[in-house]
Structures are given as structure tokens and as C-alpha cells.
């Protein structure tokens, strides 16, 4: 009979205690591998995880705390503070030692790493960061050089189907519902290589199924999916969903609906960083030339708000998405890339003209590198009737400047040079 799921979440339930219990990221936790030999020498040291979500940063931290009888902390850089870290700092203090796990320590202003520091060179704790971000950009140098880095790669389609597998052998409520997987694709694409939330799909799968279909279907997937989505997935689409408003509503000069998608987010405990680097991407994308102080004050403002933190770079986000959104509106540089990429793509390697290659050596000159160069400044306009793409593609225009006030300048001087050389 299908009865009711347990109320602990099944990711929580079926976590792995010891690392052969593990599954995913061998080249850390296999026989003699680097995390396999701390254990066993039973010396920890700070450790920084990176990678995707839900390819087992936690469970690693959580299986070394367990493996050598240590206490364990638990912050989330989301919603502690410093105030939450020297309390943290205190109780280790009393242990001894213990070691204090902190997810997504990239949310972490400086100010709040600073605090890390003492602790982390007295041995009061070991710590253990995980991070979906970079954290040669995201982590203090000090506490970087402090910590040893590891990557952890993203699961491979096998190593999803052994974690369902061994989902459905260890977990008891599991075992009794005696349902198999017939097809796989719904389940893997819906979880995006996370295993957490591909577990707790499985679970709101089989709790939704009825006592007579023993199979799992990319149809039953789906449908169930979508009938639940809010219970299945509260964060994951309508992040996405959230985002792409928030990026549209800027594009289309709307600052009201950017300001109203930004408090969305915020108000999601979304990741000031996260929005700040999307206005950034967005200032060169679809601003440009237009407005090029756009992508000045996006720079700023992800200075800023790393500087800051919540909440007051709440208002520094808001200033810049209102100034984005008001802003005048051009492609022109996302197209041209697009376009240059396009073009290397299908013709290769193609040799650069003689007269601007670099002739560092005497043989060089002798083979005519760098010979009949003119330099732009010694012309009048700095425009010199010269070609500078490779002769196969001579004359190809790829950048063409929007038609807008702030790049008239660029469109009537460029054309000027266009018509002298090439005739349009």
C-alpha cells in the first residue's frame, strides 16, 4: 500500500555516513585518494569544496566530521553573520576543536571571512567551505592560502542511477512502495545533475504514484511534475523564471518591472552577487556602445556589493537596475562577437596579413613580417587605408554600430573609413 513519505526529505534520509558508502567525485574519495588518506591518517585540514550544487559538498564535510569523531557546525552564509561565526568560534573554543562547515561561503563579505581567520590559524577549528563559485575571486586570499582547494565534478548520468539505486535499498519506506525505474530521462533532466533534488523527486514521484503502477515513466514523471512542481521545485524554476524576467524587463527599458524582479529575488534570498554579475553581462550585451558609463556602473556595483552585503546592497541593486533599464539599448557588440565566431568557426586558422605580424627577430623582417605597416596615428583621422582581416576574408563587416545618439559618432566615422576602403 502507498503510504504517506516520511517527513524528513529522502536526500536527508539515505545521506552516506563513510565514503564507501559515497558515490560520485572518485578522484577524491577513492582508495588512496586525497580525502581517503585524510581520513585515514586522521588529520583533517581546512578544505574548500567547489562545485555545482548537490554533487555532495555537504555529505563530504559531513562523512570527515564523523570519520574522526569531531564536532560538527553548521552555518549557512545565507542568513549568518559574524556575530553567528564568533559564537560558532566560542562553543570550539570549549570543545577543543571541531570543525565548522559553511555552505556557500562565496555569500560571505570579507568582513565575515576576516572573522574565520584567528580561528582557523590556532587550529580552533577546520574548516570546510562549499561553493558553487570560483573561489580564487570569491574566498580572501588569506583564507585560500590557509585552505586546500578541491573540485568536485559534476555526476556522471551513472553515478545518478547508482544513487537511486542505493536510495531505494537503504530507505525502508522506499523499499515497501516496490517501485522500479522503467525509464530514466524525465527523472534526470528535471534533477540537472543535482543529486539532492533528483532524490527528493524520486520520493514526490513514488508518493504521487497509485498502488497499481509499479513502473517509473518519463510520462508519470511529468505528469506528476507538473501537477506538484511547487512542492517539487520552489526554488529551482522559479529562480530561473525570476531571473529571465528580471534580465527582460531590464532589456525592455521597463524600470518598474525590473525594480518589482529584483525584490522578487531578494525577497527569495537570492544571491546579491549572482544579480549583480547578471547586470553586468547585460550592460556590455544589450547596452553597449549605447551608454558605455552602463557597464561603468555595473562594475561598481558588483565592487559594491560585495563590499556591502545584504541588506544594504539592496539599494545599490536597485540603483543600477533602474539606471539599465532607462537606459538606451543596443546589440551591436554581442552581435559582432557573435558573428566573428561565427565566421572563425567555418574558416579556421586563417593567416594574418604579413604587414601586422610581429617581427621581434631578423629573420622575420628578412621574410617580410611587420613590412608596410602604417601607423594610424600618422594619418589624418587615425584612418589608414590598410586591410587588417586576412585576405579571405577581406572587407567583411561585423560590427555595425546600433542606431542610437551615443553611437552616431562611431556609425558616422566608421562609415567614412568603410567607404574610403571598401566602397559602403
Not at 527528493?200 to 497509485?210: C, G, H, K, T, Y
Request: hydrophobic share 40%; glycine share 6%.
Amino acid at each position: 500500500m502507498n503510504s504517506v513519505a516520511p517527513q524528513i526529505p529522502l536526500a536527508e534520509r539515505v545521506r552516506p555516513k563513510t565514503l564507501a558508502d559515497f558515490i560520485g567525485q572518485e578522484h577524491l574519495v577513492a582508495p588512496g585518494k586525497v580525502l581517503e588518506q585524510m581520513i585515514q591518517s586522521r588529520k583533517a585540514s581546512s578544505i574548500i569544496f567547489w562545485g555545482p550544487p548537490g554533487v555532495g559538498k555537504t555529505t563530504l564535510a559531513q562523512i570527515i566530521a564523523h570519520s574522526l569523531d569531531m564536532p560538527i557546525f553548521t552555518l549557512s552564509a545565507i542568513d549568518s553573520g559574524v556575530k553567528d561565526v564568533r559564537a560558532v568560534i566560542e562553543q570550539a573554543r570549549k570543545a577543543g576543536h571541531a570543525l565548522l562547515f559553511i555552505d556557500e561561503i562565496h555569500r560571505f563579505n570579507k568582513a565575515q571571512q576576516d572573522s574565520l581567520l584567528g580561528a582557523v590559524e590556532k587550529g580552533i577549528i577546520t574548516l570546510i567551505g562549499a561553493t558553487t563559485e570560483n573561489p580564487s575571486f570569491e574566498v580572501i586570499s588569506a583564507l585560500l592560502s590557509r585552505s586546500q582547494v578541491y573540485v568536485l565534478r559534476p555526476l556522471s548520468e551513472e553515478n545518478l542511477k547508482d544513487l537511486v539505486h542505493q536510495a531505494m535499498e537503504k530507505d525502508k519506506w522506499l523499499r515497501e512502495q516496490n517501485k522500479t525505474v522503467g525509464e530514466w530521462e524525465a527523472l534526470l533532466q528535471l534533477s540537472g545533475g543535482d543529486a539532492r533534488r533528483l532524490l527528493n523527486l524520486l520520493e514526490l514521484v513514488v508518493s504521487a504514484m497509485p498502488d497499481s503502477q509499479m513502473e517509473i515513466t518519463n510520462e508519470s514523471v511529468q505528469n506528476i511534475v507538473q501537477q506538484k512542481m511547487a512542492l517539487y521545485d520552489k526554488s529551482g524554476e522559479q529562480h530561473y523564471d525570476i531571473i529571465s524576467a528580471f534580465i527582460k524587463s531590464i532589456r525592455g527599458s521597463d524600470p518598474n518591472a525590473a525594480v518589482y524582479y529584483l525584490a522578487r529575488m531578494i525577497e527569495g534570498g537570492e544571491d546579491p552577487k549572482f544579480i549583480a554579475r547578471r547586470m553586468l553581462i547585460l550592460a556590455s550585451e544589450d547596452i553597449g556602445n549605447a551608454n558605455p558609463n552602463a557597464l561603468l556602473l555595473a562594475t561598481t556595483t558588483f565592487q559594491a556589493v560585495e563590499m556591502i552585503g545584504w541588506p544594504e546592497s539592496r539599494i545599490i541593486l536597485s540603483q543600477c537596475a533602474t539606471y539599465l533599464a532607462s537606459s538606451q539599448k543596443s546589440n551591436a557588440a554581442y552581435m559582432a562577437i557573435n558573428t566573428a565566431q561565427a565566421i572563425v568557426s567555418q574558416t579556421g586558422d586563417l593567416p594574418v596579413p604579413l604587414h601586422i605580424r610581429n617581427a621581434p627577430t631578423g629573420l622575420m623582417k628578412k621574410l617580410d613580417y611587420g613590412k608596410g605597416y602604417q601607423y594610424a596615428h600618422d594619418f589624418p583621422g587615425n584612418f589608414v587605408d590598410q586591410e587588417f582581416l586576412p585576405d579571405a576574408i577581406s572587407g567583411t563587416k561585423l560590427y555595425d554600430p546600433g542606431n542610437n545618439a551615443s553611437e552616431a559618432r562611431l556609425r558616422d566615422y566608421l562609415r567614412h573609413c568603410w567607404k574610403e576602403k571598401y566602397g559602403y
